[in-house]
């Protein structure tokens, strides 16, 4: 998109949007992603919604990123190792283990263990590059970690304990690390590279690497039965899900950071709580607001500490798509 800032840059270099906004569109736009892979697990099988949706993706993205990938083609080549781990793990595997958990997995189950995506940030973090947090930063994790326990108990601990594990969980468990891995490499993109740009080559690499898994679980019998709101769920999770959420979470990331950013996630089912109250009907009730208060009050905590060896975004005053 010659000639156009990058997502989240005006021209003189400053965020358009809030990179907190952006990050709570992001895991909005994600609380329906599951919601969709729930609802529609028997019509469309896990690796072919995967496939499809990015796919779309890609076609709704290649008009504008494809004068970028170009223009940096020079960049992406002397970084493909980091391109080529950002669209496995960000876009090929997750989606899919998530895809695959939803079929067999309780919604209480999946938001539960995507609880710990933060901590997992920062382990992550830790492991690959030596990057801490403050232990502001990590009370504030802790506290919104509390609220989605809050939220899939409701209220009641007690509850917790009747939760079993099934092979959902499992791929659930292989989707947290995968997605920690991409937010942490995320931080290190080549600071050249406009954020379209960086969006349409990772959503290239993983369409491509999923082309595969897709043609053989086709050849073993996997079929879409596509109807008006199987089409629906599929344009959902490409277009808001995919692009508007991938554009929103990378440029949070690069203005504040994996860690801070991974709080965010535990949003999710706070949102996944208003959906239902939304379009299923369902009460507030009491562990609603205590949920509420210790997700929100945690980003806040996470927000002003300061991470301790996390080397600043860099900035994307001038660079242009």
């Not at 003189?12 to 609380?31: A, N």
């Not at 796919?55 to 080529?84: E, Q, S």
């Not at 959902?236 to 440029?251: E, G, H, K, P, T």
Request: charged content about 10%; hydrophobic content about 55%.
């Amino acid at each position: 998109m010659t000639g156009t800032p990058p997502a989240g840059a005006d021209g003189t270099g400053h965020p358009v949007l809030s990179p907190y906004l952006l990050l709570t569109l992001s895991s909005l736009f994600w609380s329906g992603n599951f919601v969709v892979g729930r609802a529609i697990r028997d019509d469309i099988p896990p690796i072919s919604l995967g496939f499809w949706r990015w796919l779309i993706a890609l076609a709704i993205l290649l008009p504008f990123t494809a004068p970028g990938l170009w223009r940096y083609r020079a960049v992406l080549g002397r970084h493909w190792k980091l391109m080529l781990a950002l669209g496995i793990t960000g876009v090929s595997a997750f989606n899919s283990f998530v895809y695959l958990a939803l079929q067999s997995t309780l919604a209480v189950n999946a938001v539960l263990l995507l609880a710990a995506t933060p901590l997992a940030i920062v382990a992550v973090s830790w492991l690959m590059f030596r990057d801490t947090v403050s232990w502001t930063a990590g009370l504030g994790m802790v506290a919104s970690v509390l609220g989605v326990v809050t939220v899939v108990s409701r209220g009641d601990p007690a509850l917790l304990a009747d939760i079993a594990v099934n092979p959902g969980d499992l791929w659930m468990l292989l989707a947290i690390p995968t997605w920690a891995v991409y937010s942490v490499l995320l931080k290190h993109r080549p600071a050249e590279l406009p954020p379209l740009t960086l969006l349409g080559a990772t959503v290239s690499i993983g369409v491509l690497a999923l082309l595969p898994v897709y043609l053989l679980t086709v050849a073993a019998g996997a079929r879409m039965q596509l109807d008006l709101p199987a089409i629906a769920a599929l344009l959902y999770v490409a277009l808001f899900a995919s692009v508007l959420a991938f554009i929103c979470w990378n440029q949070g990331v690069r203005e504040v950071g994996p860690n801070r950013a991974g709080v965010f996630i535990n949003l999710m089912p706070v949102f996944a709580a208003v959906l239902a109250i939304v379009f299923l009907g369902e009460r507030i009730a009491p562990y609603h607001a205590v949920a509420a208060v210790l997700v929100f009050g945690g980003i806040v905590l996470a927000g002003r500490g300061r991470a301790g060896a996390v080397r600043p975004a860099t900035p994307s005053v001038g660079k242009r798509e």
